[in-house]
């Protein structure tokens, strides 16, 4: 059993920075890959971004690359998304998740989930 809490919850302005994190918790020696998405009103849940837990290899969606930076920190058990010049379609709940086999852009490719974290971009 693995325990994700997501934090880093904001309203902020088009044009802004926000960093999200997630902390892991419970048997974490068996995630391969951590990964963020996001759901947006009405919207099915997306794939943001991704990174393997042991060698750092990072994966991103084509709307956020080049804005969004994922990066994790085995010590620490947690894992980080750094988002820059933030827009409004950008605003979703945001949700870490776990992965137990390779990397994947689909959320059943995850097995456990945080509750997820409030993002919102205003314009």
Known sequence: QVQLVESGEGLVQAGASLR??????????S??????????????REFVAAI?????????ANSVKGRFTI???NAK????????SLKPED??????????VG??????????WGQGTQVTVSS
């Open 103 to 112: 990397v994947s852009t689909m959320a059943s490719g995850y097995y456990y």
């Open 71 to 73: 990066s994790r920190d």
């Open 52 to 60: 393997t837990w042991r060698g750092g290899n990072t994966y991103y």
């Open 20 to 29: 999200l994190s997630c902390a892991a918790s419970g048997r974490t020696s």
């Open 31 to 44: 995630t391969i890959t951590l990964g963020w998405f996001r759901q947006a009103p009405g919207r099915e």
């Open 77 to 84: 058990n947690t894992v980080s998304l750094q988002m820059n």
């Open 91 to 100: 605003t979703a709940v945001y949700y870490c998740a776990a992965g137990l």
